[in-house]
Each structure stands twice: as C-alpha cells, then as structure tokens.
C-alpha cells in the first residue's frame, strides 16, 4: 500500500485546514487509514482513525469536536477536516495504513506515507 498526502499549509490561529491521504496498490480499500502527528521536539501521536468501511472513527481526545475523519472508498482517499485549530496543532501530519485500526490507535501502522507540514500561526 502507497500512501499520499497532501494539503498541509499554513493558517492562522483559529482557521480550518484539510488533508488528504490517498490510497493505492491492490488491496488498499481493505485497510483502516489514520491520521498521526508529529511537532518538533515531541514524539509522533495518534491523531484519528476511520475503518476500511468508514463507519468506524476513533480520535484522539485533544482533537475531539474539532477535526473530522472521512474517507471515500471510490477514490480510496481518507481526509482529515481541521477546525478551530490552535498554535499546538502545527506539526507534520502523516497519514497511514494499517489491515486493524485498533493497531493504529495504539500509534503503530503497517504502511505510512511522507509528511504535510501544518503550521498554525498566532
């Protein structure tokens, strides 16, 4: 599985960003795909999680009521809608794979794709 994400930016204090994380190879659809972070000088965390169905989401409790997990199976392509974001949210965003989405919640994955850099400015 190849992953690719894209959308990262800059944004001020408050505003809304979204990402993407496209998904290919053979069996790509099967796999839960996930959100993770990481800011400078801190370890990478889990960020959210959707099923390979989509009906399925975990987050992370400091993202809880501000970002939004979806994905759209014709296009195996997971997205991440950030809301209300905060100076705390800058980091590299990385998007991965994984066949069980509690793996993933627990911060590993099978597959991972490069970085979007999210830079939220005050």
């Known amino acids: 599985v190849q992953l690719q994400a894209s959308g990262g930016g800059l944004v001020q204090t408050g505003g809304s960003l979204g990402l993407s994380c496209a998904a290919s190879?053979?069996?790509?659809?099967?796999?839960?795909l996930a959100w993770f972070r990481q800011a400078p000088g801190k370890e990478r965390e889990f960020v959210a999680a959707?099923?390979?169905?989509?009906?399925?989401?975990f987050y992370a409790d400091f993202v809880k009521g501000r970002f939004t997990i979806s994905r759209d199976n014709a296009k195996i392509t997971a997205y991440l809608q950030m809301n209300s974001l905060k100076s705390e949210d800058t980091a590299v965003y990385y998007c991965?794979?994984?066949?069980?989405?509690?793996?993933?919640?627990?911060?590993?994955?099978?597959?991972w794709g490069q970085g979007t850099q999210v830079t939220v400015s005050s």
């Open positions: 959707i099923g390979w169905s989509g009906s399925i989401q």
């Open positions: 991965a794979a994984s066949l069980t989405i509690l793996k993933m919640k627990s911060g590993a994955a099978d597959y």
């Open positions: 190879g053979d069996t790509a659809s099967n796999y839960a």
